[in-house]
Structure formats: structure tokens, C-alpha cells
């Protein structure tokens, strides 16, 4: 009988532990709760191998050219095939270096990839006239799309202060004027001098430089061998910007 009523107690002493442990357990989370916290792992996941891949990208490009752009390669659908020959910097006519600077970016030595005043500028003028700088054109053609949008502008925007940091200026102008489209189909600056004025990058004159700057906001409908009147001044307009940043030292980010 002892040993019974022993047994019992201790039966009727475990029960309240087990319902208590019962009680206390955490509730189930409901099957779509789970899926969500899923989904949102996966997409974190996801952004931060992009993130960690465009970083290595933008480091490999600042010693290695770009093998293609999104643009060279739907043009290259389009046309079936372009033309492209990548050039070194130091093998382009520092004239054409300017007059990129000139006609595009005026400011380029004097800003980290945005240039607030033209921003404020272009605020102003209701964005009537673009702001962006040498620096957000070279990240736009390199990674990303011509087709305007938020997405793209976004993108540009968080892009262009890490290219700003690991890029020196000079890369920069490298890049933008090996992967700038000069017309259809026409690729980089080496490709440009060929087919306008059967020349070279490296041997284009003042007047060459400023009339192929001129066609860089309108490639595909500007054409720097036959160049109309208005074109032909804002060419010379260009080539006397080139000079005056190099006389007052806007040209020493880039020149050696």
C-alpha cells in the first residue's frame, strides 16, 4: 500500500510540471507569417550579394575595361553588331579629355559626383536642363540602362560616391569616353575618330575634339563630320571651354 500511494503522489505531483511546460510553450506561427519572414530573408540575401557584386565590379573596372555595357548590347541586337575599340587614356589627345570636361561637366575636378549648384540650377529652371555630372553618365553607361527612370536614378545616385571613391578622376574620363556612344552603333572614342575623320584618338585636333563633344548629348542625330551651323558653333564654344579649364587649372584632376 506504501509503495501505491507513493507511485500516485508522485503521478499527481508530475502532472502540474507537464501542464505547465504546455503552458508556457511559444504558439505556433501561422504558415503565411513564416512565408513572408521567408520572402524577406531571401530578399535580403539577394540585395546583399548585389551590393557585394557591384562593389567588386566597380574595383575590377578600375584596372580591367568593361567587356560590354547593356547598351552596347542591345544596340548590338538592334544593328547586328557595333563598333567598339577600347583605347588607354594615355593614348587619347588631352584635348579630347577637356572637351568632354568642357561640354559636359565643367566642374568635374571641383565636385565628388554631384554637382549641387547645377542641381540647384536645374531645380530652379523647372529640370529643363540636365545636372548630371561626368561621373553619374560614366556609372549610368557602365551598369546600367539609358531608358529614364526612378529606378535608374536611384541607382545612379547610390552608385556614382563609391565609382567617386575607388575610380580617380582620370578613370573616369577613361571609361566615359571608351564606352560613350558617338552614333549608331559607334562606341568609344577610338571608334568616333575612325569613322568621322579617319584618324585616331590619340592625333584629334582641338576642332575634332569640340565637334565630337558637341554630339555626345545626341549621338544618333548628330554627325561630327558634316556638322550644320548651330553645331559647328557650339563645337568652337566647346573647344574654347577646353582651353580656359586648362588655363585656369579645372583640367588638374585628370591631366599629367
Known amino acids: 500500500m506504501a509503495r501505491s500511494t507513493r507511485s500516485g503522489g508522485a503521478g499527481r ?44 565590379a566597380i574595383l575590377v573596372f578600375r584596372f580591367v575595361a568593361p567587356p560590354t555595357t547593356w547598351t552596347m548590347v542591345s544596340e548590338g541586337r538592334r544593328l547586328d553588331g557595333i563598333t567598339r575599340e577600347w583605347v588607354p587614356v594615355d593614348e587619347i ?58 529606378a535608374r536614378k536611384a541607382l545612379e545616385a547610390g552608385i556614382t560616391p563609391v565609382a567617386e ?19 549608331e552603333g559607334i562606341f568609344g572614342i577610338e571608334a568616333a575618330a ?19 563633344a558637341a554630339a555626345l548629348p545626341a549621338p544618333k542625330a548628330r554627325n561630327p563630320s558634316a ?11 566647346i573647344e574654347d571651354g577646353a582651353a580656359t579649364i586648362a588655363r585656369d587649372g579645372r583640367a588638374a584632376c585628370f591631366e599629367r
Open 13 to 56: 505531483k508530475s502532472s502540474p510540471r507537464s501542464g505547465s511546460g504546455r503552458g508556457k510553450g511559444r504558439p505556433a506561427t501561422p504558415p503565411g507569417k513564416r512565408a513572408r519572414r521567408w520572402a524577406i530573408r531571401q530578399a535580403l540575401r539577394l540585395f546583399g550579394a548585389f551590393v557585394i557584386l557591384l562593389f567588386l
Open 93 to 150: 589627345a588631352p584635348v579630347m579629355l577637356r572637351s568632354a570636361v568642357a561640354a559636359e561637366d565643367a566642374n568635374f575636378c571641383l565636385h565628388w559626383g554631384f554637382d549641387m549648384s547645377a542641381i540647384r540650377r536645374a531645380l530652379n529652371e523647372g529640370a529643363v536642363r540636365g545636372a548630371s555630372t561626368l561621373s553619374q553618365q560614366t556609372v549610368k553607361n557602365v551598369f546600367l540602362w539609358q531608358h529614364r527612370s526612378w
Open 165 to 183: 571613391i575607388v575610380w580617380p578622376k582620370r578613370r573616369i574620363l577613361e571609361l566615359y569616353l571608351n564606352v560613350a556612344e558617338f552614333g
Open 194 to 212: 575612325n569613322f568621322y575623320f579617319g584618324t585616331t584618338a590619340a592625333k584629334l585636333t582641338a576642332r575634332q575634339a569640340g565637334l565630337l
Open 227 to 237: 556638322p550644320p551651323d548651330w553645331m559647328r558653333r557650339r563645337g568652337a564654344a
